[in-house]
Each structure stands twice: as C-alpha cells, then as structure tokens.
C-alpha cells in the first residue's frame, strides 16, 4: 500500500478563531483529543509520516506581503484557463504519442485499453478536469469538501461536493468581482484538489496563478498563504508546504488548512518530534476530522496500532457529512489493511463507499483488500475502475502486478502497459511541477529502468529523510546489487516501529543479499504474519525466500 494520503481532509468553512465548549463523553467537534480523554501516553507525542506533496517557493520566504505578483488578469479567470489549455496542447501530443508507443505491437484490446487511459490523461492536461463518466464522475467526492476557505465565496455546488460545478461558479463570480481576494484563494485550492483528486497535474500551474491573485489583491492573507501551502505539498515541496503554513499560521494561528499543512510537510521532512508537537498545537486549537486523521497516523507511524484505531473510531463516531464519514472510514480500512484485518477493512470500505460511493482511496482500498483476501476477480475489477478515472502510480502498478501473478493469457502485456502509463503520469506531473522521484524510484524498482530508479531514490533523500524514502533508497540500492549500502537505509525504514509489511519484507530480502540469513528469516516471517497480502508479487517472493531459508537451517 502507498503511504497514505492526507491532503483530502474535509475542512471547517470558517478558520477564524472560534472558542469551543468542550463536553464529556462523546468526541464531538470542537472537542481536542486531550480534552477527550484519548492519549494514553501521558501527554507525549510522536511523528509520523504522512502524504503531503509539495512545489517550490519562490523568493526565499520572506514575511507575508513579499508575495510575488502577476499571473492572470483578475478581470478574466475563464481566459487564463483557456491560455492554460492551448499552452499546454503541443506537449499532450507529444506525451499521448509517447504513451501510444507504448502499445506498438500489441493486440487490438491492449491499444484500446492505453488509448483510454491516454485520453484521460490528455484530457486532464488540457484543463478538462473532470473526465469521463458524465453523472459519475460529476462529483468530486470527499475531496471536494477540502476546497472551501476561510471568508472566501462557497456557491452552493463547490459546497455539495461538485468540484467541476464550483470551480465554474467560482470563475463565474469572479469576472463580476475581480478583487475578491477569498475567492482567488478558494479557486487556488479547488484547482489543488481537482489535481490530486482527478491525477490531473496541469491544474498546479493554475492554482499557483489564483493564488498569487489572491495575494496581489491583499497581500499576506491566510487563506492564500495557506493555499501555497497545500499547493506546495501537493508538489512534493516540503519545506516550501512548511514555510508557506508558518506564514499563514503568523497571521491566523487557527487556519485549519496551514495547521495541516504543517504536520504533514514535518513529517514527509523526517522532523519526526516537531511534527508531534505540531500535531498537538493543531489538536489544541483546531480539533476536527483533519487534525484527528493525522494525529492517529502519525501514531500507527510510531507502532501505536491501538491509539490510531480508538482516535479513528471517535473521529468516525462523531462524523456527520458523507465527506467526513467517507474519509474517517477509508482510514480505518487502511488501518487495518496493514495490520492484515481484511474482512475489516472490507466493512470500513463498504461504510466508506456507502456515504459517497465515487471516493476513489475507498474504491482502491477495497480492491486492494479483496485481492489479499483471495477476490482477484473482484480486486482486478476494481482496480480496472480506479484507473479509468485517475491513473496513479499506485493503483497502476497494483493493477500490473495483479495482472502478473494471474497469469493468463495477455496479463504480462497489459501488466506492462500499465507500469508505461507510469511513466507518462510522472512525465505530466513534472510537467505540472511536481517532484515525481519518490513515485518513479517505488515504480521502476520492481517495473522499470533500474538504475533510474537508484537515481531518484538518491535525489529524494537528499531533500528528505522520511522512513519512506529510506524504504525506496533501500529497495533501489538492491536490485541495482549494492546491499551492503542498502541495508542501513532499510534498517531505519523500519526503526520507528511502523508496522508495514512491504518494510520488513525488504529488508529481509535485503538481509538475506547481505548474508544475514537470520535476521533475513525473522523480518520476512514478521512481513506475512503481519500482512501476508501486502502485494501480490512481493508476497509470493517473501514466501519463496523464506521457504529456502529455513530450508538451510
């Protein structure tokens, strides 16, 4: 499983300070943690990992108002879009060309099949965002709820959940009220969501462009500055997703969204204790669904299974709206898919699918659990739906290797074809400014170029040192046959007690490269007593390595 997403958080509509009245009992909104009666640490924190993604800042940080102008004319939203679009028309030819290639020599249905996934990438490119699906894909999901901002215009749609629907209603005021700052900085974050919810990086560039609006209009304002935030960490520019939040938070300290932000740039940094501090702060002034989610992640990080469960199950307790409900589910689903409880993550799936049945991690959490619980069928299936509508690096290479251990006649070809739609979506994203290396380093490693895999798993632990980019530096320094480098990396991938069974599978692989065949024997019993579905090929090969081992006891 992919490290777990944070940045579809339902937010509060209003981050001005707000006081709350805690009650007893129950958790209920306003009610921090602490006040709960949930910690059972006595009060000390620990980080975690998150997966927040980021850009670059520009200009080095400075205090608010140093933002720098230009962008779009404020007085043409819908323009800029359209400049957007035809700017970007010569490089989808090029990228959909590169894409069809792919498919050279293949059977008719695989053609079909890439040129499907082609034009939903083309068409997120070219600025049409939501694709494919009509009535379907209509709605954005949970995700939408994540757009709203404090002070700035929320038309009804963008408040249901159709994020298409907003972000045209919102252009749509804007050409009537040009200097409605609030607005500029909604749109900036709903252009955010629309990229990370659709797989559709050419909104980055746009959302950059609103949001800078919205600071030339009143520099310095929170919302914007937190929207950068998020802008940045959807990039994978940590430190820029940290200053941008610090910036916003000097100015409101109770924005939800920088508050967020900030925990999730921390610990993607490796800043472990200050993320748990964060965390804390964030509890204390602004508990809700946001905060919660990532407080119980950044305890199953530490090894804290227990705490991360009870702080969900309060959470989803007191979760109202289907965005809540949907997102506190899937939670809880992948919580316990990494402890190898499938049949409950199945019911936290269903729960989850049941409030907004197009929440595309459930539907991936779902298909992912089925496989591991022995529906390849239904997995296959699934995962066939997810990335018809948002082909990411994650469920395409889960979709690949399920094709692969099928086996049948044609799965090794279109295995491989959804492990070359990889590479396309990290050409887009680099395109749209983000920073892919983590994504190519996981992919390549087992499907790709190799030695582009060590390349990249190098450049990002030169701007992070997360236990999942050591996990990616680990794996890539052993398939290109360097163990005795890798092992310490795979050993500190693992040294905060996450319970991740793809760690422990490879550092055992990696233990027994390095003739450790002891620790070797240990860590891969520990990966499928754990999870013994965690992947479809990697689980077949701990089991293989294994059996060998204790054959040479």
Known sequence: MPPRTTDSTPERRDDRPQPTEPEGGALTEGESLSEAGSRTDGGSRTGGESRAEAETVEGGGSGAGSEPHGGIDPTDADAADAADADADASDVDRRVAAMRRAADGGRRWRAAH??????????????????????????????????????????????RGDLAAGITSLQRHLRAQPRDHGSWATLGVAYVEQARTNGDPSRYPQAERALRRSLSLKPGNDQALAG????????????????????????NPYNERALCTRIDALVELGRYDDAAEAADTADDRRPGVPVFTRYAYVRELRGDVRTAREVLERALGSAHTPADIAYVATALGQLAWNQGEYR???????????????????????ARAQAANGDRAAAVKGLEQVVARSPLPGPLVALGELYEDRGADGDRAKAGDQYALVDAWTSLARAGGVNADLDTAMAAADHGDKKAALRAARAEWERRHSVHTADALAWALHVNGR?????PYARRATATGYRNAAF????????????????????LKAALDLNPGFSPLGAREARTALKDLEGNR
Do not use: K, N
């Open 114 to 159: 890439l040129a499907g996934c082609a034009a939903l990438l083309a068409v997120a490119l070219t600025g049409g965002a939501v694709a494919f699906g009509g009535a379907g894909d209509g709605g954005a999901g949970v995700g939408a709820q994540a757009v709203s901002a404090a002070g700035a215009l929320l038309p009804g749609d963008l408040a």
């Open 483 to 487: 163990d005795a480098e890798a092992l």
């Open 344 to 366: 409950t993550a199945l019911d936290h799936y269903a729960r989850a699918l049941a409030a907004d049945d197009g929440y595309l991690p459930a539907l991936e959490g779902r």
């Open 228 to 251: 950068r935030a998020a802008l940045a960490a959807a990039r994978h520019d940590f430190p820029g997703a940290l200053e941008y939040a610090d910036r916003a938070l000097r100015q």
């Open 504 to 523: 422990l599978y490879h550092r055992g692989i990696i233990e027994r490269a390095a003739g450790d065949e002891r620790a070797a024997r240990d860590h």
